[in-house]
């Protein structure tokens, strides 16, 4: 199985400051259909799960530009440019190159300074 | 406005079972995989199972094989997922998704607790 490892496990940050999280690979994410399908996902308390990102930097609909991400075969980073009070919560990348299963990172905790 | 909404979840005790349910609408249902997903109190994120469109292909995470079953009703716009021989492990928040990968669209979850 394909595991992501996130860094860092814990992010504070300051109100409108950058932040930003990387997520390791521990095999290419590059499909044979040419596609890169790791994602990021955004987790307030006590919310349900919610897609941020897809195939490494396509924002979904309704997400603020201030979320981008990037990256290529083992290496990806999400990045939000100036924090808000509303991004704290746990980010978590998921690959669904190698699948099945399906898998995530271990999670970035995000929280304000 | 697509929505999926999820019942189904209780208390069990090690060795029962539960179905999960998930309601889907604002989307042509029929046209999707969906998946099934969860969360451990206080841990990260798991995907349990998919399902393709007309419930022909299945796949789920080793844990759960041959004691959990992933289903469709497309007339009824509704996802399933049959949960047997429960143990402690399988406690978590369930969560339902639209796609293969787990796209954009998650149900509110659905908490199942397996006492032993």
């Known amino acids: 199985d394909v595991v992501l490892t996130q860094s860092p496990l814990s992010l504070p940050v300051t109100l409108g400051q950058p932040a930003s999280i990387s997520c390791r690979s521990s095999?290419?994410?590059?499909?044979?259909?040419?596609?890169?399908?790791l994602n990021w996902f955004q987790q307030r308390p006590g919310q349900s799960p919610r897609r941020l990102i897809y195939?490494?930097?396509n924002r979904d609909s309704g997400v603020p530009d201030r979320f981008s991400g990037s990256g290529s075969g083992t290496d990806f980073t999400l990045k939000i440019s100036r924090v808000e009070a509303e991004d704290v919560g746990v980010y978590y990348c998921?690959?669904?190159?190698?699948?099945?299963?399906?898998?995530f990172g271990g999670g970035t905790k995000v929280d304000i300074k | 406005e697509v929505q999926l909404v999820q019942s189904g979840g209780d208390l069990v005790q090690s060795g029962g079972s539960l179905r999960l349910s998930c309601a889907a609408s604002?989307?042509?249902?029929?046209?999707?995989?969906m998946s099934w997903a969860r969360q451990a109190p206080g841990k990260g994120l798991e995907w349990v199972a998919n399902i393709n469109q007309d419930g022909s292909e299945k796949y789920y995470v080793d844990s759960v094989k041959g004691r959990f079953t992933i289903s469709r009703d497309n007339a009824k716009n509704s996802l399933y997922l049959q949960m047997t021989s429960l143990r402690a492990g399988d406690t978590a928040l369930y969560y339902c998704a639209t796609g293969r990968r787990l796209g954009p669209c998650w149900g509110q979850g659905t908490l199942v607790t397996v006492s032993s």
């Open positions: 095999q290419s994410l590059v499909s044979s259909d040419g596609n890169t399908y």
């Open positions: 195939k490494v930097s």
């Open positions: 998921m690959q669904g190159t190698h699948w099945p299963p399906v898998t």
């Open positions: 604002g989307f042509t249902f029929s046209n999707y995989w």
